[in-house]
C-alpha cells in the first residue's frame, strides 16, 4: 500500500495565497485521480477538488488542485483567503487493487 | 437532496461486535458505490470498506479485513457494516458515504463507536 504525506500544518493571513502539499510514497501520482476535502470541526468532510484539479459545483475558483510529475505530488491552492477557510484539509487517492488512501490531514490556519 | 443517516454506534467492549446502518435517500441508491469511512477522536480520515452498486465488487482496508463485513440491501436503500472482533483502535466516527467516482460526494454525520472495557 501507498501512503500520502502533507504537512502538519499551515498558516497565512487573510487574503493572500496558501498551497498545501500532498506527497504519494509509491506509484505514479499521475494514474490516480487525486481529491480534496476540506473538514470544519464538527463537521463531516465536503469534496473542494476532484479528479487532480476539477471543482465540484459551488464550490469557489479560489480553490485549485495541481500535479507534478517530477515530486509525485498534488497540491491544494487556495487564493484569496477568507477566515471561513480555515479548517483541515485532506487529499485522498487510491490504486490498482481499488484500495483507498487519505493523507494525514493539514491544519489551516487563517491569521 | 441526497441525505445519508447512520446509526447503530455506541460503547463496547473489546472483542464485541457492532452493526452500524445508514439509510439513503434522495437519489436511485441502486446506480452508486457506498463506502464507509472513519475517524478516530482528533485524527485523520481512515477508508474501511467499499461495496459496489450491485454488490459485484467489495473491497476493506487491511486493518479490518477478516473482521469487517459491508453489505448493502438495495431495496432497502441501506448499507450496513457488521463489525466483529472489535478492538480499542476501532474507536472512531464512522462515516457512510456515497461515491460518484472517483469524489466522495456526500458523507453522513457520522455515529460513534467506542470499544473500551
Known amino acids: 500500500n501507498f501512503m500520502l504525506t502533507q504537512p502538519h500544518s499551515v498558516s497565512e493571513s487573510p487574503g493572500k495565497t496558501v498551497t498545501i502539499s500532498c506527497t504519494r510514497s509509491s506509484g505514479p501520482i499521475l494514474s490516480y485521480y487525486v481529491q480534496w476535502y476540506q473538514q470544519r470541526p464538527g463537521s463531516a468532510p465536503t469534496s473542494v477538488i476532484y479528479a487532480d484539479n476539477r471543482r465540484p459545483s459551488g464550490v469557489p475558483d479560489r480553490f485549485s488542485g495541481s500535479i507534478d510529475s517530477p515530486s509525485n505530488s498534488a497540491s491544494l491552492t487556495i487564493s484569496g483567503l477568507k477566515t471561513e477557510d480555515e479548517a483541515d484539509y485532506y487529499c485522498?487517492?487510491?490504486?490498482?487493487?481499488?484500495?483507498?488512501?487519505f493523507g494525514g490531514g493539514t491544519k489551516l490556519t487563517v491569521l | 437532496e441526497v441525505q445519508l443517516v447512520e446509526s447503530g454506534g455506541g460503547l463496547v467492549k473489546p472483542g464485541a461486535s457492532l452493526r452500524l446502518s445508514c439509510a439513503a435517500s434522495g437519489f436511485p441508491f441502486s446506480s452508486y458505490t457506498m463506502k464507509w469511512v472513519r475517524q478516530a477522536p482528533g485524527k485523520g480520515l481512515e477508508w474501511v470498506a467499499s461495496?459496489?452498486?450491485?454488490?459485484?465488487?467489495?473491497f476493506y482496508a487491511d486493518s479490518v479485513k477478516g473482521r469487517f463485513t459491508i453489505s448493502r440491501d438495495n431495496a432497502k436503500n441501506s448499507v450496513y457494516l457488521q463489525m466483529n472482533s472489535l478492538r480499542a483502535e476501532d474507536t472512531a466516527v464512522y462515516y457512510c458515504?456515497?461515491?460518484?467516482?472517483?469524489?466522495?460526494?456526500?458523507w453522513g454525520q457520522g455515529t460513534l463507536v467506542t470499544v473500551s472495557s
Open positions: 461495496i459496489e452498486s450491485s454488490s459485484t465488487y467489495i
Open positions: 485522498q487517492s487510491y490504486d490498482s487493487n481499488n484500495h483507498w488512501v
Open positions: 458515504v456515497r461515491v460518484d467516482n472517483p469524489i466522495f460526494d456526500h
